[in-house]
């Protein structure tokens, strides 16, 4: 079981950036495909970001393509998001999740999940 904790979220104006981080508690993540998923209430939560254990691929949902970024650094054990030009639609609850192999935009094909953290971008 991996632990994983995010943070970095915030209140932001559209337009702005954030860059959410997501710890892992074992060094064996770096086996692990990672990804953000966002949910606001009433909807499914849907996929965002992936990439694979070391970091040269990488797959994004089309309503985040050239505005949001997602890395890692396996010798600190974390996985970023950095996005940018954010807009209001963005706002939702961002979760970090691990899965060992390759990376799913499914997520129920992950079984390791942080526990949230809220991004807002007013308008």
């Known amino acids: 079981q991996v632990q994983l904790v995010e943070s970095g979220g915030g209140l932001v104006q559209a337009g702005g950036s954030l860059r959410l981080s997501c710890a892992a508690s074992?060094?064996?993540?770096?086996?692990?495909?990672m990804a953000w998923f966002r949910q606001v209430p009433g909807k499914e939560r849907e996929f965002v970001a992936a990439?694979?254990?070391?970091?040269?691929?990488?797959a994004y949902a089309i309503s985040v393509k050239g505005r949001f970024t997602i890395s890692r650094e396996n010798v600190k054990n974390t996985v970023y998001l950095q996005m940018d030009s954010l807009k209001p639609e963005d706002t939702a609850v961002y979760y970090c999740?691990?899965?060992?192999?390759?990376?799913?935009?499914?997520?129920?094909?992950?079984?390791?999940w942080g526990q949230g953290t809220q991004v807002t971008v007013s308008s």
């Open positions: 999740a691990a899965r060992f192999g390759s990376y799913n935009v499914v997520p129920q094909m992950y079984h390791n």
């Open positions: 074992v060094r064996t993540v770096s086996s692990y495909a």
């Open positions: 990439i694979n254990w070391s970091g040269d691929s990488t």
